[in-house]
Nanobody, 119 residues
């Protein structure tokens, strides 16, 4: 089994910063792409940022220049540095990863971590 566990969410004032972490554990051979999604109340889940195993990144237009995704392959961990936070960034943030485990590549989700930005 593979688990993704997020941490680092919380309450922050507009203009502040937070750093999210997501650690993958279990029977892992390798991890392909890792990503962060978010879902605000009443809205669909959306891609925030994604990083491939080759460290190619892409971002939602709404977070470009403010959020930065990175990964530590030795620790099977992905990070999301969020700067200049806005109230509209308030959402539950979910980690997602394509994990090569026991001969198969499956997609996994974390349980989510709440980020609340006050104005």
């Amino acid at each position: 089994q593979v688990q993704l566990v997020e941490s680092g969410g919380g309450l922050v004032q507009a203009g502040g910063s937070l750093r999210l972490s997501c650690a993958a554990s279990g029977s892992i051979f390798s991890i392909n792409a890792m990503a962060w999604y978010r879902q605000a109340p009443g809205k669909q889940r959306e891609l925030v940022a994604r990083v491939t195993s080759g460290i190619i990144t892409n971002y939602a237009d709404s977070v470009k220049g403010r959020f930065f995704i990175s990964r530590d392959n030795a620790k099977n961990t992905v990070y999301l540095q969020m700067n200049s936070l806005k109230p509209e960034d308030t959402a539950v943030y979910y980690c997602n990863a394509d994990v090569h485990s026991r001969g198969f590549v499956n997609n996994y989700w974390g349980q989510g971590t709440q980020v609340t930005v006050s104005s």
